[in-house]
């Protein structure tokens, strides 16, 4: 049963343009992450968040940026989109942020840039 | 830097049959966790099963267990009596104990059909 929970599950929009996809987790965990899956099925972290700490994989670029308001909730905003940004974005949780803790996911928000 | 490597790219099996994938993890942390996760046609990524590096027990769940060799830094995941419902993309995950990034490292993913 989903408990992670993403909206939009689509979303096309043209080169430019900003977007933001909102998270929310149900299951009361302190960390949230974004991960990014490309056409290949890779998937790969580019946020790291928890109440206390924000970590950022340092290859992803400035125009993105996670927006939190509680534990609860962490958004991504793409600042100016730009072809290759088009993927499956993915938002999970953890109840810890390190250790053996599983990760939930959601099922994701399908971006196209055209 | 830990990495993560699926070599199978794809597997076709009977259905009732049971099918082995591997998987093989590159880490400098005496301490780790390995996880396999599913990623179903809906694309929804479901939380499989775990194995703790200091535990020499091979986990079990359910019709899933894993095949654990540390000395070759292998992880397969076995499933017995496959049914046409495990069709999906399996991913294998290695998250360390140490490092200053909490993060959980996917491997490329192998594609399973069950056939009848």
């Known amino acids: 049963e989903t408990a992670v929970f993403q909206t939009p599950n689509y979303h096309v929009t043209q080169v430019g343009n900003e977007v933001s996809f909102n998270c929310k987790q149900t299951l009361g965990h302190d960390t949230m992450y974004w991960y990014k899956q490309d056409s290949k099925k890779l998937l790969k972290i580019m946020f790291s968040?928890?109440?206390?700490?924000?970590?950022v994989n340092e290859t992803v670029p400035r125009r993105f940026s996670p927006q939190s308001s509680d534990k609860a909730h962490l958004n991504l905003r793409i600042k100016s989109v730009e072809p290759e940004d088009s993927a499956v974005y993915l938002c999970?949780?953890?109840?810890?942020?390190?250790?053996?803790?599983?990760?939930?996911f959601g099922k994701g928000t399908r971006l196209t840039v055209v | 830097a830990q990495k993560v490597t699926q070599t199978q790219t794809s597997i076709s099996v009977m259905e009732k049959t049971t099918v082995t994938m591997d998987c093989v993890y590159e880490t400098q942390d005496s301490s780790y966790f390995l996880f396999w996760y599913k990623q179903t046609a809906s694309g929804e990524i479901v939380f499989l099963i775990r194995q703790d590096s200091y535990k020499k027990e091979n986990a079990t769940v359910g019709h899933y267990s894993l095949n654990f060799q540390k000395p070759k830094s292998s992880i397969g995941l076995i499933i017995t009596a496959t049914q046409i419902e495990d069709s999906a993309v399996y991913f294998c995950?290695?998250?360390?104990?140490?490092?200053?990034?909490?993060?959980?490292?996917f491997g490329a993913g192998t594609r399973l059909a069950v056939c009848p």
């Open positions: 999970a949780s953890s109840a810890k942020d390190r250790g053996n803790t599983e990760v939930f």
């Open positions: 968040y928890n109440n206390k700490q924000l970590i």
């Open positions: 995950a290695m998250r360390e104990l140490s490092g200053s990034f909490n993060k959980l490292t």
